[in-house]
């Protein structure tokens, strides 16, 4: 897009340049051809003559005053304007004394057209020198018949009209060309400022990728510190507490055997879930049974631990809700048995797995001691540790949220909601197409 505007301009100098040495020659050419006509055409004597030199003298110096010794009077508006108005009038005059100098009045379009560049005061010039050349061409403003004055009006008309015409196509293509050098103007701003904006864009894009992979770890850490929690973490509080049973059962072999059994089975247990949370795979639980039996297996296998009763109520239609709410609501489970186990010294607990429209809920309750839950997600001090935190986190991971009631010595507990399709959309594909977006349809 460089290349056509260069060229255009260069043409234009290129034009300038050769008008500017055809002003500086041919006006002079047509006054001294005008003038040398004088003596073969004038027959008024020699008086007539010696005027016709001097006026063509005055008219050259004008000219050569005005115009060719001093250049840089060209680009001042108005002195061009006094240069073009006398010259016109001189020319007036010669022509309407010696009709022959109509040859050297056509200069003046050029001098119009050059120095008047308002088109409306060039559109005044033109008129102007366009009857100068229809006298010229009638034979001047002499009385004489009816068919003169038509054939001078004619030829006035003539030139008027072509001259005028002329001069308001230039017009029109000068008005075009501003147009269109102002576009082109428009539209290399707009590129720049569109390189600009690409450039911004790459370094947006740059920023966004190392924002992406920061977040990606950061949710990874997360992610292995809610697993190695809800594992190792618990599985060796379990073990250390088995183990410290086993030390207190004294000499009672079958109870001392009892614990270290339970003992062993945590560590295969938690050895089992660290292999499945490095690989992020699904709790073992829901490998083989949906969320309200994985549930009731793991309220059993706690109870059995720690000889506490835990009982598993599910209401609503059971259906399934996607692996990573399972595995949240199944997680949750387990921490808030952990921390009953660890704190609560409850002698009883219970499980509510409800399966609404739009949310399954999962409510866990213990009659035990109760906390301040002021004090929860302060990391690991008491019952608000850590492990409130990565359920409150994996949770509201699902667009979910949890609520924790507590009261010291009056029990807690815990209320986890995800939200899923309702089971009338799921058992009708139609209406899911429905009220999915384009982007899920595709």
């Known amino acids: 897009m460089g290349v056509a505007p260069y060229r255009r301009n260069r043409t234009a100098r290129q034009n300038e340049q050769i008008s500017r040495r055809v002003a500086g020659v041919v ?3 047509l006054l001294a051809f005008a003038t040398g006509l004088t003596p073969l055409l004038d027959a008024s004597g020699r008086r007539s003559e010696l005027l016709a030199f001097g006026l063509a003298a005055v008219i050259a110096v004008w000219i050569l005053w005005m115009y060719t ?8 508006p108005r002195v061009m304007a006094v240069f073009v108005t006398v010259l016109l009038t001189l020319t007036a005059v010669a022509v309407m004394l010696y009709p022959w100098f109509g ?5 003046g379009y050029f001098y119009v057209f050059a120095l008047l560049p308002p088109w409306r005061k060039r559109m005044i010039g033109v008129g102007v020198v366009a009857v100068l050349a229809g006298i010229s061409q009638a034979g001047g403003l002499r009385p004489g018949t009816t068919a003169h004055l038509a054939v001078l009006f004619g030829a006035i008309a003539v030139n008027a009209i072509v001259a005028c015409a002329f001069t308001w196509v230039d017009h029109v293509n000068d008005v075009e060309h501003e147009r269109s050098e102002r576009a082109t103007a428009a539209i290399a701003e707009a590129n720049h400022r569109l390189e600009a904006t690409l450039s911004e864009n790459v370094g947006l ?10 977040a990606g770890m950061l949710d990874e850490r997360q992610r292995m510190a809610r697993e190695i929690h809800d594992t190792l973490a618990q599985g060796l509080t379990g073990i250390i507490t088995q183990l410290q049973a086993a030390e207190q059962a004294g000499q009672d072999p079958v109870e001392r055997r009892r614990h270290f059994d339970a003992a062993i089975m945590l560590a295969r247990e938690s050895l089992t879930e660290a292999r499945r949370s490095v690989h992020a795979l699904r709790p073992e639980p829901l490998e083989r049974a949906l969320l309200g039996e994985a549930l009731a297996g793991v309220a059993q296998r706690w109870s059995a631990l720690n000889g506490v009763p835990a009982q598993v109520t599910t209401t609503g239609t059971a259906r399934p809700i996607g692996h990573d709410a399972e595995s949240a609501l199944l997680r949750t489970a387990q921490e808030a048995l952990a921390n009953v186990a660890k704190h609560a ?3 009883r607990i219970g499980l509510t797995l409800s399966y609404m429209d739009d949310a399954v809920v999962l409510d866990v309750r213990d009659n035990g001691r109760g906390f301040d839950p002021a004090q929860a997600g302060k990391p690991r001090t008491g019952p608000g540790g850590f492990g409130i935190v990565a359920m409150r986190q994996r949770i509201e991971g699902l667009a979910g949220t949890l609520q924790v009631e507590s009261e010291p010595g009056l029990g807690t507990a ?8 309702s089971p009338r959309a799921q058992a009708n594909p139609a209406c899911e197409d ?6 899920a349809r595709r």
């Open 345 to 347: 010294a409850a002698t």
């Open 27 to 29: 006006p002079y050419v």
């Open 69 to 76: 010794l001093h250049p840089a009077w060209r680009q001042r």
């Open 414 to 421: 815990i209320s986890a909601s995800i939200p899923v399709s």
């Open 434 to 439: 429905a009220v999915a977006p384009e982007s």
């Open 205 to 214: 894009h740059e920023q966004l990728l190392v924002q992406a992979r920061e």
């Open 103 to 107: 040859f050297f009045s056509f200069t």
